[in-house]
Nanobody, 121 residues
Framework: QVQLVESGGGLVQAGGSLRLSCAAS????????MGWYRQAPGKQRELVAR???????NYADSVKGRFTISRDNAQNTVNLQMNSLKPEDTAVYYC???????????????WGQGTQVTVSS
């Protein structure tokens, strides 16, 4: 069974750090791009950071210089190092996986279950 399993959320004070991890397990296929999105109460889900199979990255302007995304292609994992956290970073963070567009991956999960990040002021 293919799964996207996230870990690392929690409660931290403003200025602190957290590291999120997401592992795509159970598949012989390598994920193309992987990313992190977040959704705050009453807001739409938004892109936080994304990394492709060649390690090219893009970030939301609001997190540039504070967050760093990285991946281990061999393990199908992606990490998000979040530094200098602000209260406005509070949200549920979701891992996203862009699987190869082949029939075998048609029913693979594209989203993790979400992990809560709360930053107190």
């Amino acid at each position: 069974q293919v799964q996207l399993v996230e870990s690392g959320g929690g409660l931290v004070q403003a200025g602190g750090s957290l590291r999120l991890s997401c592992a795509a397990s159970g598949s012989i296929f390598k994920v193309n791009a992987m990313g992190w999105y977040r959704q705050a109460p009453g807001k739409q889900r938004e892109l936080v950071a994304r990394i492709d199979s060649g390690d090219s990255t893009n970030y939301a302007d609001s997190v540039k210089g504070r967050f760093t995304i990285s991946r281990d292609n061999a393990q199908n994992t992606v990490n998000l190092q979040m530094n200098s956290l602000k209260p406005e970073d509070t949200a549920v963070y979701y891992c996203n996986a862009d699987w190869p567009p082949i029939p075998n991956t048609r029913n693979y999960p594209r989203w993790g279950q979400g992990t809560q990040v709360t930053v107190s002021s």
